[in-house]
């Protein structure tokens, strides 16, 4: 799905700039920890995708992605841009 949105944040929505980190380890719903070795990283790893952009950018996108991502899922913060 991750690779998904990003094609999605770079393609359609063409925002500003996107980063993508892959846990190590963590555990969602389920309560079932997951974690991984450098030498053995598991597609069950949590992924966070970072975008930035325009507030009003931002809003539109989030919008955009509602078929994708749960609304408890995101997190938005304002960034200094100096």
């Known amino acids: 799905m991750h690779a998904k949105i990003f094609k999605r944040l770079h393609d359609e929505e063409k925002v500003r700039g996107v980063t993508m980190f892959r846990g190590i380890s963590g555990f969602g719903k389920s309560g079932m920890v997951h974690s991984s070795t450098l030498l053995d990283m598991s597609l069950d790893m949590p ?36």
Not at 62 to 79: C, G, K, N, S, W
């Open 47 to 82: 992924v966070v995708i970072e975008f930035f952009d325009s507030t009003e950018k931002i809003e539109q996108t989030l919008q955009h992605l509602r078929d994708m991502v749960r609304p408890e899922h995101v997190i938005t913060f304002a960034a200094d841009l100096t």
